[in-house]
């Protein structure tokens, strides 16, 4: 792996045109990020073989009969103390078996997502426990109702391009019921790509039949997996989580890309020192892809390592600041430098309301993931204090954030034309002595540049004079603006047939 090349990608001028002159409604121009790199060619090395090393000399505990048994198989027998070690040149040949792009499809023209490519999205997540009451503010056990809300309302904020489950709902406590209610849930509100999980295996191809009823038929998801199926099948500090490595394995089996989520938390779950966090991540995500491909060589597997912070003074969880931006940004350094599809997280802002320390926080996270080049980067909307709330009007606010992050990351490409020569000899040789009427500026204004449509841009006695908009408000405003048009996006009698058919809830709003 030493020599593998820095990923390259060149792209032609009509393809950089249509990226400009993309609508800021419906879908929007893909960026390409990897311009940031906080690890240097040597410190990825490093890291690298400091995991392979992890992994061969440490390995991994807690391993279940049903990978144990799939181990031993291919020839990884436990050790006497029951840890599982993986030698690396298994290591090596087991990554020349992963696929190195995978399509996470949507249900409608032009939303699927195209990971290991180069093209950075954003998606929601987070399974928070609390919801933050549009109405009153205040902070409630969260519903499938509100899941479902928030799928609808992501429907129609472009710069979100992938639906992660968002929040958890509190009032369904069967486990069966409580996983296909949001795997309903999430299709029925958006026909972005989506991403979901489950408690026990046996709940796996319940879904799979549950979406092919959806689609019309049987074997239709498998042949356009639309969700990815979300796993923390490792347990920090390297050890696999026994129900969760088997449904791993099982959505592995039934087709679904399988996101191996590893969310070491640095100073507690992980050393405190963030180079060896990211060589104890990397041995563990390693393990985990590893997993996957002993359950069905060459499944779609996303490299899903997410370091998180630990706040050394109380040992919380924190999720924003600094550290955990130069971490997931490094993981997406590793992941591309490896070539595997991925994704990390961003903005999982440690504030329980919208003020300055959310705005920072998320944009700091969010854009340095951008930057560094992550396929997808989840948790980036929607969520606050510590990803334990959730707010309707935060996915809009987030929404806008993004689109002028999304401008950070595209760069500033250079050409003849837009090194504007003749245009700067036309305004001062005899010219108006500004830009504001040329051609250019007219052209560029409407396909080069975001306008925000919450931040306030106006003088402050104009801002005054119409009476201090507050963001907050006007986010609120189109929720419920989004929420009283949006159509649904399951035929009714399909909806019929599977709540018929299958444990799931109804939802009101439609």
Known sequence: MDDQPELTRRRGRKQRTAARVAPETGTVAPVYGG????????????????????????????????????????????????????????IAEMLEQVPRQVTLHGRGPGLGVQLGTGMTYYATGGMAVRMVDIDSGDWRPSTLQDLYDCARLVEHLPNIQVFNRTCVPSEITDLREFDLSIAYACAAGTRKPLGIGFNLP??????????????????????????????????????????????????????????????????????AALAGTMAQTVAESLAGIAMVQLACRGAPVIWANWPFVSDLRSGAFSGGGGEIAVL????????????????VSGGMTDSKTMDAQYGYEKGMTDLAAGLAGAD???????????????ALEAYVIDDEMIASARQTIRGIEVTE???????????CLGGPGHYLGHAQTLDLMSSAYHYPALADRSSPDAW?????????????????????????????????????????????GR
């Open 35 to 90: 311009h940031y790199r906080p690890l240097s060619e040597d410190g990825v090395r490093q890291i690298h073989e400091a995991a392979l090393t992890i992994l061969e000399e440490i390995g991994m505990g807690g391993v279940p009969d049903e990978l144990r048994v799939a181990a031993e198989a291919a020839g990884l027998p436990l050790g006497s103390d029951g840890r599982l070690r993986f030698p690396r040149a298994w």
């Open 202 to 271: 046996e709940h796996v191809d319940d879904c799979v039949a549950m979406y092919d009823k959806l689609l019309g038929g049987d074997g239709a998801f498998a042949a356009a997996p639309f969700t990815t199926c979300n796993t923390c099948a490792v347990v920090p500090p390297l050890t696999f989580g026994e129900d969760s490595t088997v449904v791993a394995m099982a959505g592995a089996r039934a087709g679904f890309p399988v996101k191996m989520t590893n969310a070491a938390q640095a100073g507690a779950t992980a050393p």
């Open 328 to 343: 997931n940004a490094a993981s997406a350094q590793m992941a591309r430098w490896y070539g595997l599809p991925n994704c």
């Open 376 to 390: 997808v980067i989840y948790e980036a909307t929607g969520m606050i204090g510590s990803i334990v709330g959730c």
């Open 417 to 427: 034309e837009s090194l504007s020569v003749d245009v700067i000899r036309d305004v």
């Open 464 to 508: 005054v004079e119409a009476g201090r908009p507050d963001l907050r408000d006007g986010a609120k405003a189109r929720v419920r603006e989004i929420l009283s048009n949006a159509e649904p996006t399951v035929d009714p009698g399909v909806e019929a047939e599977i709540c018929a058919t299958f444990p799931v809830q109804g939802f009101h």
